[in-house]
């Protein structure tokens, strides 16, 4: 998976996915830091950030499965 790559979890509704970046402003401010984007679909299908969570790279799985457990 590329850090930009949308990513579906297949438990959320299809109107929620997420979104990364390693191209972003995070609040910690270190490198290895990618930018995890809960999206949504507005009234009008235009895509909306629900929240931006900053996680360092060798966390991205770990949280992936978080996120994906909490979410059914």
């Not at 930009?4 to 509704?13: A, E, G, H, I, R």
């Not at 970046?21 to 995890?36: E, H, L, M, N, R």
């Not at 809960?38 to 790279?57: A, H, P, T, W, Y």
Request: aromatic content about 10%; glycine content about 4%; hydrophobic content about 35%.
């Amino acid at each position: 998976m590329n850090a930009n790559d949308d990513f579906v979890v297949p438990s959320l509704t299809s109107d929620y996915f997420l979104k990364f970046s390693d191209q972003c402003t995070t609040k910690v401010g270190y490198d290895d830091v990618i930018c995890v984007f809960v999206m949504s679909k507005d009234v009008d299908g235009n895509n909306q950030e629900i929240c931006q969570l900053d996680v360092f790279r060798g966390m991205l799985t770990s949280t992936l499965n978080l996120i994906e457990k909490h979410s059914s």
